[in-house]
């Protein structure tokens, strides 16, 4: 269960790596509606992040294998059938980003996609000419208010333009780009498969700066305040200031991480891990404060904000969690 558990009103939207996508009762974890996905074709799971809208649900299916099908879905919130389905051959592993009415994502194809929300109809197509029959999660996008930003599996970023798809500038960094992109006032933080953080111009796509890491770096990095927190192999994080210049702390667990997105809840980051715990990190020092139990790789973290308090937790063997933080 990859994909993050997504919150709204009385109910919790589950999306599994069995290809179903599920409405349970945010209080009592009953079902109200379930939809498989493999109906429409294909061996699917789901990966990305789900949004949310007042009648909607969105979110992509991915099959990585040649002949595999996915799709990208708008579901009705209220019966859990599709408004619309488009399909994409292998499918798309990457979050799908949902700005002024349009949708952007990238295929497993190494294809970069904007679509109509209303409708499903294609707004432009980039090819990056990148894929690889490996598939590789290929990193998922950056929208920006003028730009998107996209990471190839042959370490090339491209800067498109998000109303046309117009590439305006790219850049290799001569490895896989293996985290999510994120923003950094005006610059691009990439990890890639070589162990190194890089630092570009959003502008124009040049080298501000770059760091090396003692693992590969994945997931989405993580902003706390003016220092950056990524996620590493071999158990490692750690905490950079937001030009790479200094590490504020290193830290290191004795178990492989297993969500790649690793939640900030006040002062404290939360992280899953195949040993089956959650990590409650310090993000002044990387000190683990508490650590709990939940039975199976915690591959996706949701913190519901609000009075509630609530952590709901996936699990790689299909299992969901709901706990308060404050207990």
Known sequence: MFSPPAVAGDHVFVASCSGSLFDLERNTGEFVWAYDTRQDGGRTEFHGTSIVTQDSIVIATDDRRPEGVGHVYVFDRQTGEPRWKRRFDVGVMTDVVLVDGTLYFATLREQVVALELSTGKPVWTFDAGSATERFFATSSPLVTEAQLIFGGIDGTIHALDRKTGERTWKRSLGARISTALIEIDGKILAGTADNQLHLLNAAD????????????????PLKTGDDIVVLMTGGNVVSIDSELAAARWEAKVDTEWASFRPLLVGGTILVGADNGKVYALSANSGNVDWSQDFNGPVTSLTHAVGESDELYVGTSNGVIFATRLSQ
């Open 205 to 220: 796509g040049k080298t501000v700066a770059s760091r090396d890491l003692p693992g590969l770096p994945f997931g989405r």
